[in-house]
Each structure stands twice: as C-alpha cells, then as structure tokens.
C-alpha cells in the first residue's frame, strides 16, 4: 500500500489537500501551515506541518490517545506524527487529519471520524501485506 498526501491550498494558519491510497484520492486533508522545512524554512511548534518526504507508516499505541493509531516514523525535528481524526488547525500540532468532505467557506474538513475508522481498517489490512509508506508532496 503506497500513501500519497498532496498540498493544494495554502493558507494564514492551515493547509488543505488529499490523501490518496495507490494512487486513488481516498480523503481530505487538513495540516498546519507548511513553512517548507524541507527548504529551510523555520518550524514554530504545534503550528508547522512536517516537511515534504517519504516516511515509513506503522501502527502502535499513542501515549496521547492511549489507543493504537497510525504513526509517521522518522520525521525530521518531530515525535508522535499521528494520522488521525479533527476538522479544524486546533486539532492537529503537526500531525496529518482526514475527513471524508471538505467546507471551502471555513476551509474545515468534515467527517473525520468515519475517516479515520475507514483509513484505520484500510492501513490494518496494508501492513498485513507488507510496508506502507507515505510520500508528502
């Protein structure tokens, strides 16, 4: 299973785009701002999307939601890069949301949760074939 996450609206405080699985655009996406850090760009904690790269996708238990959940390995200058669930800047601190709609007006995902249930199933089944990687373009 290859995961792609492409970045296609830029704004003050977030980012919006899509996750697609083998190549097939699967959810929504939203980030925080993506300051480029693969260029040089300044990372300001809990308000920077990871940089752009190909990173390994594993599942185990996270501290912070005490469950197992999808986790991005080997982020430069980042721990505990999670895919989860959340609409809005406020629920993400770097880490990648999902949702199944998209509000342009408020430039929210919608759906997160139905999300995440359907991509966790999805990835489960992934690593029982083999790795998963994600590319952040």
Same mark, same amino acid.
Not at 6 to 30: N, S, V
Not at 36 to 48: D, S, V
Not at 62 to 84: E, N, Q, T
């Given at each position: 299973? @290859?995961?792609?996450?492409?970045?296609?609206?830029?704004?003050d405080?977030?980012?919006?785009g899509?996750l697609?699985i083998?190549?097939?655009?699967?959810?929504?996406?939203?980030?925080?701002?993506?300051?480029?850090?693969?260029?040089?760009?300044?990372?300001?904690?809990?308000?920077?999307? *990871?940089?752009?790269?190909?990173?390994?996708? *594993?599942?185990?238990?996270?501290?912070?939601?005490?469950r197992?959940?999808?986790h *991005?390995l %080997?982020?430069v200058?980042?721990?505990?890069i999670? *895919?989860?669930a959340? @609409?809005?800047?406020? %629920?993400?601190?770097?880490?990648?949301?999902i949702?199944?709609?998209?509000?342009a007006?408020?430039?929210?995902?919608r759906?997160?949760?139905?999300?995440? %249930?359907?991509f966790?199933?999805?990835l489960?089944?992934?690593?029982?074939?083999?790795?998963?990687w994600?590319?952040?373009?």
């Amino acid at each position: 299973m @290859n995961l792609e996450l492409e970045r296609k609206e830029f704004f003050d405080d977030r980012c919006i785009g899509g996750l697609y699985i083998d190549g097939q655009f699967t959810y929504f996406t939203l980030e925080d701002v993506d300051r480029k850090l693969e260029e040089g760009g300044i990372k300001i904690p809990k308000m920077t999307a *990871i940089p752009r790269g190909k990173y390994k996708v *594993i599942i185990d238990l996270s501290g912070r939601f005490k469950r197992m959940m999808p986790h *991005i390995l %080997d982020v430069v200058g980042f721990d505990g890069i999670r *895919i989860h669930a959340g @609409n809005l800047p406020i %629920d993400t601190e770097g880490c990648p949301l999902i949702g199944m709609g998209y509000d342009a007006p408020s430039h929210s995902i919608r759906k997160s949760v139905i999300a995440f %249930d359907d991509f966790f199933l999805r990835l489960e089944a992934g690593l029982k074939e083999g790795e998963v990687w994600i590319e952040i373009k």
